[in-house]
């Protein structure tokens, strides 16, 4: 579970598009009478052929169009997208109209116009290269010769439609991450007390990678130091953190574990602290030799940045 630190950009690029988007799809182009355009001659919306949508539910665009439910829907954080939902929730419609609902936010806002056309733009604008939540992979796809990158939604968007396009609600993962499903029993409604989201930083809420001696196994095993009971604890069981570590980064583990005992001195800590020491910095040297970024800000950066690191720092005090 890894920490989104800045998304200015990605979301200024994202609440401009996607409101000009719902806007137009509500009211209709500038050929309509009260058609709507942003008039901003560069939008991509607004200069581009997307039609009204006639088959919207009534109930659902006056919804829409109350207050500034649309910047709310489409910014706002993801407490406010909870207090969306429940205030949307308050409204009756029809199996049918449900259906509708459904498939205009899932299947032509997010698959078929977002995801489609922009989420390499906008992955690129949020600067994400690895997995959000797992670090070990990288965040785009090629998908018939087209790279396009994967997003989790965290409040799922099949149980919340209405947040298939919410800038706080699409985190950059991998295919794999992408589909595990965590706890089928998670409450949505209490989920951001009980789990991190990766916009929201909090602090004090750390967890770290190590390693033990399983005799059972003969090898060496991945473990996460975690505080009982706490959030981050919470969200590396739903992530399945541990199980994936094990599973695939057990020749990290080895790798870094010979280093430093295959040897009588401790390799890993004189590679870090002699041979290299004063040539470069401290983050060029295990940029060059674990191939790894060591500030947390950059983890993002090269798969298996934090485990390698955490580990690595556990090895240097081994004398
Ligand atoms: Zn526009
Ligand atoms: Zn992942």
Known sequence: MFHIYSYDDAKIFHGKLVQ????????????????????????????????????????????LLKDDNIEKLVSGVPKELLSLV?????????????????SFFINTGYENWFQENYSKVFLDK????????????????????????????????????????????????CHSCNHIKGSPNINWKEALDNYIHPYIIEKHETFKFGFNYDLSLNDYKVEIEVKNGSKIEKTVVANSLKEIY?????????????????YSDNYIDILINKTFKGLM??????????????????YHQRPFSKFKHDVIEELKKIK
């Open 246 to 262: 094990s599973s695939n980064a057990s020749k990290e583990l080895k790798d870094l574990v010979d280093l430093r005992y295959k």
């Open 281 to 298: 910095t401290e983050e060029e040297i295990y940029r060059l030799v674990f191939n790894i970024e060591i500030d947390e800000k950059k």
């Open 86 to 102: 429940g205030n949307f929730e308050q409204i009756k419609f029809s199996k049918r109209d449900q259906k509708k609902i459904r």
């Open 126 to 173: 949020l600067n994400l290269d690895t997995c959000t939540y797992c670090n070990r992979n990288y965040t785009l796809n090629l998908i018939d010769s087209r790279t396009r990158a994967e997003l989790d939604h965290w409040f799922p968007k099949e149980k919340y439609p209405i947040l298939s396009l919410s800038f706080f609600n699409l985190i950059p993962s």
């Open 20 to 63: 000009c988007w719902f806007l137009r799809k509500i009211k209709g182009g500038k050929t309509k009478k009260n058609g709507y355009s942003c008039k901003d001659t560069t939008c991509l919306v607004c200069n581009s052929k997307i039609h009204m949508q006639t088959d919207l539910p009534s109930k659902l665009k006056v919804f």
